[in-house]
């Protein structure tokens, strides 16, 4: 018998032809064993295992356990590994594709931007090249709005945008003004800006509405997920659809517990929905998704009773054999990062025309606004003008911070350029952004200008800032943000309250 098959003799030739036979490279690490010679046959049966346990491949496995990350940790997802090894079987794909889309045909909700979208406008071929442009643009202004926003706050948004700017052509030829305007009030200004620049680029460069998700990407402010609403719903393109409720829905159906945020697990959300949509109805299977996510597969309480996909559910699954296990679970809990605090000094300032007089209001007062940095939080929107102050900031130090603001942007010396009617302290108010909480502390400045309203038409700082004057009809009817809006009124209740009697007589100053 050949000496390589006797395992009760082992010479170092032997070994070295058994590490050579299993693949391991001869190293350093191998060279104790190499030198020992001729040893008993315990040692080299113990060599053999130490070799063959080394090169074994440890098989993998999802995960089903339920942690937390942080949101601002850049640590890798544990189960990324894992999540690439997932995928539909061709019968699940058929069968969730059938059974979302019957769904769908029998409990989609009535919205305006799908009757535009779905092609049947009365007296217009649903196959016309202007036609399909029209749906396009319909889909890429809701979706816009859409995203963050609530579909019942939108409809009204949607409907008064469509009767201002019924094509492209038309909204390319507004201003960012006329749009922040009309999108007052739904928030994230910035996705009104990208559309009105998108709307002109395109314009620009031959009025041809891109078709696919490639084209669509190079518009400004067109992402992945615009662009694939947009390609799918318009133009036919079978190309995935990825959102919150997308995520929700895949996660649970896959039981996936890795980080939902991490980069690589985002790109696996959108590889799974891929394979889900349907070639011949891509569309319709996007929104049937979506929906699906926000009307059924909700968040905190799904209602898995009447749910067309359960027999495809593995967090179900999961949650009918185990009962620390829940279906809402999946998809996991990221811990969101921090809001930050900051707080401002809110001025309103108000100027008085016309001769002094004792009247302490007066209806020919116009408020001064400013225009925010055209970058960064609420680029390019009017305000009344404001400082940041640090949190213990008191009432003398914010108004000595708002006066060297009026002097420095407006050459405004409350001492020499201007009398004060009137200074009043109106109270605090707390605004919520996505990751800022501001604390504003409001007052109402009442001036009367010295030469004339002339004093305000230089503009010092106009490079980095401009400014205009408005008088209450104008302002009430400015597309300002809810937080504006919200000081406005807050000035509005206190003249009020001021200006009622009391025994049977109207005030007559307020402090100063």
């Known amino acids: 018998m050949p000496c390589h098959s006797q395992p009760t003799r082992t010479s170092t030739s032997n070994i070295f032809k058994l590490i050579a036979w299993r693949g391991i490279p001869c190293s350093s690490k191998y060279s104790p064993l190499l030198s020992m010679g001729s040893k008993k046959k315990t040692n080299a049966a113990a060599a053999a295992a130490s070799t063959t346990t080394t090169t074994r491949k440890r098989p993998r496995r999802i995960t089903r356990t339920k942690p937390k990350y942080n949101d601002?940790?850049?640590?890798?997802?544990?189960?990324?590994?894992?999540?690439?090894?997932?995928?539909?079987?061709?019968?699940?794909?058929?069968?969730?594709?059938?059974?979302?889309?019957?769904?769908?045909?029998?409990?989609?909700?009535?919205?305006?931007?799908?009757?535009?979208?779905?092609?049947?406008?009365?007296?217009?071929?649903?196959?016309?090249?202007?036609?399909?442009?029209?749906?396009?643009?319909?889909?890429w202004v809701s979706e816009v709005m859409l995203q963050q926003t609530r579909v019942q706050a939108v409809i009204g948004y949607f409907n008064r945008w469509m009767q201002k700017w019924p094509t492209l052509g038309h909204l390319a030829r507004a201003s960012l003004e006329e749009v922040n305007e009309m999108w007052a009030g739904l928030g994230y200004y910035r996705r009104a800006r990208y559309l009105l620049e998108g709307a002109k680029k395109i314009v620009e460069g031959g009025d041809i509405f891109p078709k696919t998700v490639a084209a669509l990407r190079k518009v400004p402010g067109i992402g992945d997920y615009t662009a694939g609403a947009i390609a799918s719903i318009a133009f036919k393109e079978a190309v995935p659809v990825v959102d919150g409720n997308v995520v929700r829905v895949v996660a649970r159906l896959k039981a996936i517990s890795a980080n939902p945020k991490h980069s690589v697990t985002i790109k696996n959300f959108w590889k799974l929905s891929g394979q889900l949509v349907d070639p011949s109805r891509p569309g319709d299977f996007n929104q049937a998704l979506m929906e699906?996510?926000?009307?059924?597969?909700?968040?905190?309480?799904?209602?898995?009773?009447?749910?067309?996909?359960?027999?495809?559910?593995?967090?179900?699954?999961?949650?009918?054999?185990?009962?620390?296990?829940?279906?809402?679970?999946?998809?996991?809990?990221?811990?969101?990062?921090?809001?930050?605090?900051?707080?401002?000094?809110?001025t309103v300032v108000e100027i008085l025309e016309g001769q002094d007089t004792t009247e302490e209001f007066q209806l020919d007062g116009r408020f001064l606004l400013v225009k925010r940095p055209e970058e960064g939080l609420l680029a390019g929107l009017w305000e009344f003008p404001s400082v940041l102050v640090e949190v213990e900031a008191d009432l003398a130090t914010r108004r000595h911070a708002i006066d060297q603001f009026l002097k420095k942007s407006f050459k405004l010396d409350l001492k020499k350029s201007c009398s004060v009617v009137s200074r009043e302290d109106i109270g605090e108010y707390v605004h919520v952004f996505s990751h800022i909480r501001l604390k504003m502390f409001v007052e109402l400045l009442v001036i009367r200008l010295k030469g004339g309203k002339h004093v305000l038409h230089g503009k010092p700082d106009s490079k980095t800032m401009a400014w205009k004057s408005v008088d209450s009809k104008a302002l009430s009817s400015m597309g300002l943000t809810s937080g504006v809006r919200k000081v406005y009124s807050m000035i509005q209740k206190f003249k009020q309250d001021k200006s009622k009697p009391i025994n049977g007589k109207a005030t007559k100053k307020m402090t100063s």
């Open 72 to 139: 601002n940790e850049e640590e890798e997802a544990p189960t990324v590994s894992d999540i690439e090894d997932l995928g539909f079987s061709r019968n699940e794909t058929l069968e969730i594709r059938a059974s979302l889309l019957e769904w769908y045909d029998l409990n989609q909700r009535d919205l305006p931007w799908r009757r535009i979208s779905s092609g049947g406008v009365e007296g217009k071929d649903g196959n016309d090249e202007e036609e399909s442009e029209r749906r396009a643009y319909a889909v």
């Open 292 to 346: 699906f996510g926000a009307t059924v597969c909700t968040q905190l309480s799904p209602s898995c009773s009447v749910c067309p996909v359960s027999a495809h559910c593995s967090a179900l699954s999961l949650a009918t054999k185990q009962r620390s296990a829940q279906v809402t679970d999946y998809p996991i809990k990221v811990v969101k990062s921090k809001q930050r605090h900051d707080f401002a000094a809110v």
